[in-house]
Nanobody, 119 residues
Framework: QVQLVESGGGLVQPGGSLRLSCAASRSIFNIYAMGWYRQAPGKQRELVATISNDGSTNYADSVKGRFTISRDNAKNTVYLQMNSLKPEDTAVYSC?????????????WGQGTQVTVSS
């Protein structure tokens, strides 16, 4: 089992930057993949970015070139650097962990952090 705690959200003007952090309660070294998702009011949750334990990354088309996901295994933390923010990036951002144990998979979620992009 793993607990995830997000931080770094807040209010930022369009064109600004934020860095979100997702701190895990245990080592993330062997976690299969970790990711960031977001949910805006009245919309379904959507994938933002994922990073696998081999370092490979995947991004939603809407954030490519603006957002960067990274992981620091020594700190058990995954980051989401968000640049050139737009009002449509406003959402609750949640971190998740995809943990594989043999043939079984387990998904864990953090509580989320609010990001608001507004002038």
């Amino acid at each position: 089992q793993v607990q995830l705690v997000e931080s770094g959200g807040g209010l930022v003007q369009p064109g600004g930057s934020l860095r979100l952090s997702c701190a895990a309660s245990r080592s993330i070294f062997n976690i299969y993949a970790m990711g960031w998702y977001r949910q805006a009011p009245g919309k379904q949750r959507e994938l933002v970015a994922t990073i696998s334990n081999d370092g490979s990354t995947n991004y939603a088309d809407s954030v490519k070139g603006r957002f960067t996901i990274s992981r620091d295994n020594a700190k058990n933390t995954v980051y989401l650097q968000m640049n050139s923010l737009k009002p449509e990036d406003t959402a609750v951002y949640s971190c998740n962990a995809d943990v594989r144990v043999g043939v079984d998979g387990y998904i864990y979620w953090g509580q989320g952090t609010q990001v608001t992009v507004s002038s």
